[in-house]
């Protein structure tokens, strides 16, 4: 095969973060033959049936789409039709078994969103931001039956920011795959390419986010409250629940910081200690500990900042905020 050519490749993608990396695998030497995207399901308010993101651009750029709802045997025999030298995965959904990887002459690669063989799983994004990583990254790793365990080709790290969300993170962490993605398939195809197994040992997990997961503890530290609220903002958002006198109703909380200037011991976990349009909205924490809310979501409403918020919700200190919903 002439290297001018390039590997022919069968894209796995579904959200925004896989239509990055595969933006950037068409600007490299390499042929998306295909793209394979989840199904498309209801959504938003009409619960009307849109395109994902990867399979709106694949219409889009006119590349052969298909849409299965697992890899079974018509869906091998489709995807074998493109004549793949490799599959090229990123946040797809699916589960590849042994008959699926074996289409491809060259085998799978699949951009996962941590250094490997940190936080192996479903959320490798919002699980750094949870637990409180100042680094994380994207690996290019051969796909074998046991997830995110396979060897990996290229590591690439970056620092996380103490103000981005899960959100951000994700887009920078997508740029990154764009360029490694490709950089890895060009080293497959001249034959330099070398993965390193990973070591089990170090291995840690990060598995699918749980909705009660989304209630804040107030009782713990602000620095992982805050981190709470950033690994699940914009999107579904962390939430906390308003007072009996606001009738006990759920609010978001999409943006919020450690704010240790007006820590109080012995307040109560949760009890609102400033609530002014000048100082914010500023709620203990664990040990101490204080957390001044930025930008809030009442239910039904659009997501506002905290002095917008205060005028229409006349909260006072010493109010408490719950854990949640009843």
């Known amino acids: 095969m002439s290297l001018d050519l390039g590997l022919r490749v069968v894209f796995f993608g579904t959200p925004e973060f896989a239509r990055v990396v595969l933006e950037g695998l068409l600007s490299s030497p390499h042929e998306v033959v295909a793209v394979a995207a989840a199904p498309d399901r209801p959504s938003g308010r009409g619960r009307k049936v849109r395109l994902g993101p990867v399979a709106a651009f694949a219409r889009e750029r006119g590349i052969p789409l298909i849409q299965p709802a697992k890899l079974d045997t018509d869906a091998r025999t489709r995807l074998a039709e493109f004549d793949p030298d490799v599959f090229a995965v990123a946040s797809y959904g699916l589960i590849f078994g042994p008959r699926s990887l074996a289409v491809p002459r060259l085998g799978a690669v699949n951009a996962h969103g941590s250094v490997l063989p940190k936080l192996r799983g479903a959320a490798p994004i919002e699980r750094a931001i949870m637990r ?10 051969q796909m074998v039956r046991e997830v995110d365990a396979g060897d990996v080709y290229a590591s690439r790290e970056i620092p996380i920011d103490a103000s981005e969300n899960a959100e951000s993170l994700r887009a920078r962490l997508a740029d990154v795959a764009a360029e490694l993605l490709p950089e890895v398939l060009t080293s497959i195809e001249a034959g330099t390419a070398r993965a390193v197994a990973q070591d089990p040992t170090r291995a840690t997990f990060a598995p699918p986010l749980l909705s009660e997961e989304r209630a804040i503890r107030w009782a713990e530290p602000a620095t992982a409250t805050a981190n709470r609220v950033r690994a ?31 820590a109080r011991a012995g307040a109560s976990p949760g009890e609102v200690l400033v609530a002014s349009a000048k100082e914010g909205l500023v709620v203990a924490t664990g040990d101490g500990a204080a957390l001044k ?28 905020l719950g854990d949640s919903a009843t």
């Not at 409180?132 to 790793?141: D, E, K, V």
């Not at 906390?240 to 759920?250: A, D, I, Q, Y």
């Not at 809310?293 to 408490?320: C, N, S, Y």
Request: net charge positive; charged share 20%; proline share 10%.
């Open 293 to 320: 809310l930025i930008t809030v979501q009442p239910e039904g409403k659009r997501a506002m900042d905290v002095a917008a918020f205060l005028r229409g919700h006349r909260l006072a200190p010493g109010l408490v």
């Open 132 to 141: 409180g990583f100042t680094r994380t990254g994207i690996s290019i790793q």
């Open 232 to 262: 699940f903002a914009p999107r579904p958002g962390a939430f906390t629940v308003l007072p009996e006198e606001f009738g006990s109703k759920r609010l978001k909380v999409l943006d919020a910081i450690p704010a240790p200037e007006h």
